[in-house]
């Protein structure tokens, strides 16, 4: 079972609309989360993070962590054609230092 | 531009050929890492460094690979009789308190 797990997409949503983004981990013992987006042919950039339970707004984006169903979510509110891009979402691993990545959901926000 | 800089941006080597990727940090960041990106898949990460000392290495890091950070700046990561198998984008990230910042990436093609 690989450690991060996403649903590879597309999932494409009007302009507007909210996309929701899902992730789930393996770990138990994960405490930290990332958001990645990736534009095609570059390099992740990052959205954000959480670490509690609960939601975390920053702008349009919210993310959204449930430990015990061990499940990370980000919502797009307002979705842009400009937000078209692969999410990718990463966990801290076991040692601390490195993020383990999932696939990446593509997503396509049509006009 | 204070970001993450990679050199060469992108690589063509042949087959069985020694190729070598600088990666320049974030100035103040004295943690650096080394991922692996083929396509369709998320980072995948191969090594860690805390200031000059290499702290962790994936097992994806076969004996051809080698990396160093001899002064706790800039890292090369080096591959040795390269295969058409090592064709990725290679990443390197530097990490302030939280945060992973990615660099542009080294596009390797191996022919």
């Known amino acids: 079972q690989k450690e991060v797990e996403q649903n590879s997409g597309p999932l494409s949503v009007p302009e507007g609309a909210i996309a929701s983004l899902n992730c789930t981990y393996s770990?138990?013992?994960?405490?930290?989360f990332f958001w990645y987006r990736q534009y095609s042919g570059k390099s992740p950039e990052l959205i954000m993070s959480?670490?509690?339970?609960g939601d975390k707004e920053d702008g349009r984006f919210t993310a959204q962590l449930n430990k015990a169903s061990q499940y990370v979510s980000l919502l797009i509110r307002d979705s842009q054609p400009s937000d078209s891009a692969t999410y990718l979402c990463?966990?801290?691993?076991?040692?601390?230092?490195?993020?383990?990545f999932g696939k990446g959901t593509s997503l396509l926000v049509t006009p | 531009d204070t970001g993450v800089s990679q050199n060469p941006r992108h690589k063509i080597t042949k087959r069985g050929q020694n190729v070598t990727f600088r990666c320049d940090p974030i100035?103040?960041?004295?943690?650096l890492y080394w991922y692996r990106q083929t396509l369709g898949q998320g980072p995948e990460f191969l090594t860690y460094?805390?200031?000059?000392?290499?702290?962790?290495k994936s097992r994806l890091l076969s004996d051809r690979f080698s990396a160093e950070r001899p002064k706790g700046s800039f890292s090369t990561l080096e591959i040795q009789r390269t295969e058409q198998g090592d064709s990725a984008m290679y990443l390197c990230?530097?990490?302030?308190?939280?945060?992973?910042?990615f660099g542009p990436g080294t596009r390797l093609t191996v022919t």
């Open positions: 990230a530097s990490r302030d308190r939280e945060y992973q910042y």
């Open positions: 959480i670490y509690s339970n």
């Open positions: 460094f805390q200031n000059e000392a290499q702290l962790e």
């Open positions: 100035s103040e960041h004295n943690r």
């Open positions: 770990d138990r013992g994960s405490q930290s």
């Open positions: 990463a966990v801290i691993s076991n040692s601390g230092y490195a993020l383990n």
